[in-house]
């Protein structure tokens, strides 16, 4: 990336999910970095301005799960589109789930990863490396090696580990190297053939139903393991309440656990699923109204630490199926922003928590120095018209997954700039 | 405007006509079908007018209509009844008003999937003309040349009346 | 905001509420069902003729399209199609050899292109049939002959006729469902009718491990013991056990089962003097009821059979009528 120019932008209401910066106030970027806020900015010369008047100016959004579906996956997308998807949805650091063919367990796919995001990435691409062989659960990958080659964690995928020794040791492990884990909690033997919540609609339209305690259970198993381990863990895609006052629980006798939640937990519930609709197909599973009114309390509370878009994008044949045969997941990265600000519109979710969940959150999961509006933080903005109106469809999303549940609709709020480093990775 | 034609007369002529034809005919034990709703009416009133023992048929010729690529299927079916059995059978079928003819072809297809029938005699109480097929009524109540804009109906079952209607508009 | 949102398309009915696909007993109303059970009664007297056979649907084609083998169910959707004049092409298409090559879609796409104008359809997943309803051409009407766990609507419906024609009614009645609602299709969709159609009480009779989670809230009240469950019911619905629910150990044995749930004479019992007992078949003897009852005077297991062909006949018709309808309001707006 070229650091010679320097921007000033201008006009925009500043939104810092720390606090500290707020108001309509001047941002200078210069060298990659905030440097300088207000009237220093003001005074200072740029050689481009940008202004945003009647916008908001925000950290960039760093999301901690999403599938760039590279090394492997051509047909569902790839490290260039995927990433692209993430610029224009205001991100400027994605984590790369290690569920690529071959998986991420080994530094030469770390290296890969980091070779094509270098030239095809505008965004921040954060390997995450597969905390087993092959996400196998059985033996444990080379942790170390993963780390020195660029992984920022090592994740589980969505994949369960073989036995609690297993999960024990690998805890043990990544402890000894100071390791975060981010791990997917289900019991695999509960979860078994399952595709969505074991609950009422499952009941009636005869789905094979993943029940709660499939999560819960893990949940459980995981807490303790932590705890006894001393291993810094992270819970990824919670999708239950009880999941959550575990959390909770866990963090007041101070294990280290963070935790996060996908958006479209937020916004479905397991009724979503009543029209065999492939697109509310997802894993874990949409459950009930109940949960999803504590997973909001828990980004509200805090308990929750970050919003991710656990961005799966799907070739249309995966998703052109009876439900049951088809795959999981939903193309969010592009759609995400303006699914949070109508959970702001309903004061379902307050703006700050919002933006916290999407900033300043997941940085510090992984100890990031983005994630804030600071003179000396890293360049990633966001700039956003939270009123604009636009329609998601093929003319306005690059991701090759079309799988969102929106596509077609007209949504409110949208990004119209992103900065990584000081440098434009999109404009409207 | 609504005129009554007067329905004894129309009924008295029926069943002079089908006395006439069936002696004729030398048919002395014929079983009579009325076709829904207002042919089986009629048949519940000639069949006493006849002096029948046997009771007589309903039948519903809904299945057996040739324009359900275009309408469907009639969502008010009823099974159709039989209590003979046809084959062999002199039958008197039954109707109120024939005009194009489809009814009476979609009855005589259904009577003959119940068997084969000796005969089939067919009484209307109102021709209107305007035949699209080649089946005439043996005895007929009376004809009737309608303007575009009038309808005939029967109403029923207690009293019998029959109705000659102006439609709305003119 | 989130319930809303996703409301599902009603897609087996037409703008003005005819019926043009049957997938699910969801949705249709008591009018509907009732109109159902009534054409229904005329195809049952149309049975009774020495020529058993209606023109309806000549000159169209029905393409029976099974995924999950069925010699009992195809055949009476089969001779269905046949007293209704129309042709008939029955597909038995191996599930394992579809899975790995040509896609479901793909499958259609073919069988579209010779010009059928209804497809009777079983599968082994859930939704299968709702899924090929939002795909097919306009103008093809979709039968579900039985998808996954989900439904298996003109089963229930020939239940609900069997019902009607030995109570005379739903109103006040009480029924008792038996054995493994988890896997049954069947059950669920009986359910759903007897709830549109008025029943005053809905009993499944199970262990927990056959049942699903939430059942109650299909509207029906859950008994484990039998004995307690059949006391007072007018009709008891017996359900078939497949083997290998021994194996994922959801039950120890069928031996077991039998001593806890089957339907013996002494069990029997406990119902009303005049319940009728029912079963969809094939019949497991002596392990979901004994021989005595299955032939004995309050079984009308054999009434069944006659019914599923006349349910069929107007469902087939009716689905082909809206169908018709439908084409017709296109062509004139």
């Known amino acids: 990336m070229s650091q010679q120019t320097s921007i000033k932008i201008v006009n925009g209401e500043l939104l810092d999910p720390a606090g500290q910066l707020t108001g309509v106030q001047t941002l200078l970027l210069r060298d990659g970095i905030i440097a300088a806020v207000g009237a220093d900015a003001d005074a200072a010369p740029a050689d481009q301005i940008l202004d945003a008047a009647g916008r908001l100016v925000t950290p960039g959004f760093i999301d901690l799960s999403c599938n760039l579906r590279e090394p492997g996956n051509g047909q569902k997308g790839s490290i260039a589109t995927e990433t692209r998807a993430a610029a224009r949805g205001g991100f400027t650091t994605v984590c790369a789930a290690p569920d690529t063919a071959p998986v ?83 019991n695999a033997a509960l979860a078994a053939d399952g595709f969505a919540h074991d609950g009422l609609v499952a009941a009636r339209l005869g789905l094979l139903g993943i029940p709660e305690v499939a999560e819960t259970t893990a949940v459980m198993e995981m807490l303790l393991l932590a705890e006894e381990t001393g291993v810094r863990l992270h819970l990824a895609q919670l999708s239950s309440a009880r999941s959550v006052d575990m959390v909770a629980a866990a963090r007041q006798r101070g294990v280290a656990v963070t935790a996060d939640v996908a958006m479209h937990q937020l916004v479905f519930t397991e009724d979503a699923l009543a029209g ?151 404009q409207v | 405007m609504t005129a009554l034609l007067n329905i004894d007369q129309l009924l008295d002529d029926l069943e002079a006509g089908l006395k006439d034809l069936l002696s004729a005919r030398g048919i002395d034990n014929p079983a009579m079908i009325g076709i829904r709703t207002g042919g089986v009416w009629l048949a519940d009133n000639l069949s006493k007018r006849l002096g029948l023992q046997e009771p007589y048929g309903e039948l519903d010729i809904s299945f057996y209509r040739d324009d359900f690529s275009r309408i469907g299927l009639n969502p008010r079916v009823k099974p159709s009844h039989l209590p003979f059995e046809t084959e062999d059978r002199d039958i008197i079928l039954i109707d109120d008003v024939i005009m194009s003819g489809r009814t009476i072809r979609a009855a005589m297809n259904e009577i003959f999937d119940y068997g084969r029938p000796a005969s089939v005699t067919l009484a209307c109480l109102v021709d209107l003309g305007a035949r699209e097929l080649p089946i005439q009524p043996d005895v007929v109540g009376q004809r009737l040349e309608l303007a575009s804009h009038q309808r005939v109906k029967l109403r029923g079952p207690e009293p019998l009346r029959i109705e000659l209607r102006e439609q709305e508009g003119h | 905001m989130t319930v809303t949102e996703a409301a599902p398309r009603q897609i087996q009915l037409t703008e003005d509420g005819q019926l043009k696909h049957f997938l699910t007993l969801d949705g249709l109303g008591q009018p509907l069902l009732t109109e159902i059970l009534d054409t229904a009664e005329s195809f049952i007297e149309v049975g009774a003729r020495s020529i058993k056979k209606v023109p309806l649907l000549r000159g169209r084609t029905v393409v029976n399209l099974f995924f999950e083998s069925s010699t009992r169910t195809r055949s009476t959707f089969e001779l269905a199609a046949k007293r209704l004049s129309a042709d008939v092409l029955n597909l038995d298409i191996n599930t394992s050899a579809t899975s790995k090559g040509e896609s479901l879609s793909d499958t259609l796409l073919n069988l579209e292109a010779m010009a059928s104008d209804m497809f009777v359809i079983r599968h082994s997943q859930s939704g299968a049939q709702h899924f090929i309803a939002a795909a097919v051409t306009p103008g093809v009407a979709i039968i579900n002959a039985g998808d996954g766990r989900h439904a298996h609507p003109t089963q229930a419906m020939l239940d609900m006729l069997t019902i009607r024609q ?84 959801l039950l120890p044995s069928e031996k077991e089962f039998y001593k806890l749930y089957g339907l013996s004479v002494e069990k029997l019992a406990y119902a009303k003097p005049d319940a009728i007992v029912m079963h969809p078949g094939p019949i497991n003897r002596g392990v979901e009821i004994e021989s005595a009852v299955a032939d004995g005077p309050q079984s009308v297991i054999l009434n069944q059979v006659t019914n599923g062909i006349a349910v069929r006949m107007a469902v087939m018709s009716m689905a082909m009528s809206g169908q018709v309808a439908e084409r017709a309001a296109g062509g004139q707006s």
């Open chain 3, 166 to 249: 030995h109570k005379g009614r739903f109103e006040g009645l009480r029924v008792a469902i038996v054995g493994d609602v988890l896997h049954s299709r069947v059950a669920r969709s009986q359910i759903r009718a007897l709830n549109t159609l008025g029943a005053e009480e809905i009993r499944v009779i199970a262990p927990a491990t056959l049942l699903p989670k939430d059942v109650e809230a299909l509207g029906c009240k859950v008994f484990y013991n039998l004995q307690q469950g059949l006391r007072d019911v007018d009709v008891i619905i017996m359900l078939r056990l497949q083997r290998e629910r021994m194996e994922g150990a």
């Open chain 1, 104 to 186: 991420n367990d080994s530094g030469a796919v770390t290296s890969l990863i980091l070779d094509i995001a270098a030239q095809q990435s505008p965004v921040r691409v954060l390997p995450l490396g597969a905390a087993t062989r092959g996400l196998e659960g059985e033996l444990l990958s080379d942790m170390a090696g993963l780390v020195a080659a660029g992984c920022v964690a090592l994740s589980n995928g969505q994949s369960a580990m073989r036995n609690a020794r297993i999960l024990r040791r690998c805890m043990a492990y990544a402890k000894t190297f100071d390791i975060t884990l981010i791990l997917q909690p289900e």
């Open chain 1, 276 to 426: 065999f609709d492939s697109a509310f197909h997802v894993r874990p599973p949409l459950r009930t109204e109940n949960d999803r009114q504590r997973l909001l309390a828990g980004v509200t509370d805090g308990t929750i630490d970050a919003i991710v878009s656990q961005h799966q994008p799907h070739d249309p044949a995966a998703k052109h199926a009876p439900l049951g045969a088809t795959a999981a997941g939903m193309a969010t990265l592009e759609v995400l922003l303006a699914m949070g600000l109508r959970l702001v519109q309903a004061d379902e979710l307050s703006r700050a928590s919002l933006l916290r969940a999407l900033t300043q959150g997941p940085a510090q999961v992984l100890g990031l120095a983005a994630g804030r509006l600071a003179p000396g933080a890293p360049a990633d903005l966001c700039v956003l018209d939270a009123e604009q109106r636009w329609r998601a469809d093929a003319d306005t999303l690059v991701s090759a997954g079309a799988n969102n549940p929106w596509h077609g609709r007209e949504l409110q709020g949208r990004v119209v700039t992103t900065l990584v480093g000081g440098q434009l990775a999109y």
